[in-house]
């Protein structure tokens, strides 16, 4: 069966960065382009970019360039999610997600890594 | 960036009522490129309809999408308990994709 299993809870001081993992399995990894969507504590869903595993392309919400990148490791199947100059305001639940083309609803999500920024 | 206006903010009703949740785009959407999502507490969200009106896979028959243009609406023909939920929509015709802020449908 399709899982993406993220890794474990972080704590950050501001400033500081985080990289969070998402390792899919069940399916073909590089036939699918995997999104990371974050979502503050209480509040809405917010896109923040995808990657494609097949050619590495990434694209990103303008919000966030400049301050995130992702990569993958195709051998083990996993993608990163790596944000830096943490701010209070980034903690939030990030998840990451897959779609067939890159203009898709996401069918399948994992199950959310906290992010806690805090001095 | 397309701004996506859900209403109302929560809607309040019964099992076996009818819920009927609005999603409105700053501009016009092409319904291929609109989704649905239910959230939840606690979970991931999980994808309901895509292409606006189509159902995901294993999603029950009383949940219905329509709309085109700038308008959308989710039904939810006789809500089940397991129905009360945030729900979102998502539009990806432009990026950033963008969701709405969210319908919460609650126990009256």
């Known amino acids: 069966q399709v899982q993406l299993v993220q890794s474990g809870a972080e704590v950050k001081k501001p400033g500081a960065s985080v990289k969070v993992s998402c390792t899919t399995s069940g399916y073909t990894f590089n036939d699918y382009y995997v999104h990371w969507v974050r979502q503050a504590p209480g509040q809405g869903l917010e896109w923040m970019g995808w990657i494609n595993p097949d050619s590495g392309r990434t694209e990103y919400a303008p919000k966030f360039q400049g301050r995130v990148t992702l990569t993958r490791d195709t051998p083990i199947s996993t993608a990163y999610m790596e944000l830096t100059s943490l701010r209070s305001d980034d903690t939030a639940l990030y998840y990451c997600a897959r779609t067939y083309i890159a203009a898709a609803g996401t069918d399948y999500w994992g199950q959310g890594t906290l992010v806690t920024v805090s001095s | 960036e397309i701004v996506l206006t859900q209403s109302p903010g929560t809607l309040s009703l019964s099992p076996g009522e009818r819920a009927t949740l609005s999603c409105k785009a700053s501009q016009s959407v092409t319904s291929s490129y609109l989704a649905w999502y239910q959230q939840r507490p606690g979970q991931a969200p999980r994808l309901l309809m895509y292409?606006?009106?189509s159902r995901a896979t294993g999603i029950p028959d009383r949940f219905s999408g329509s709309g085109s243009g700038t308008d959308f609406t989710l039904t939810i023909s006789s809500l089940e308990p397991e129905d009360f939920a945030v729900y979102y929509c998502e539009q990806f015709e432009a990026s950033p994709r963008t969701f709405g802020q969210g319908t919460k449908v609650e126990i009256k």
């Open positions: 292409a606006a009106s």
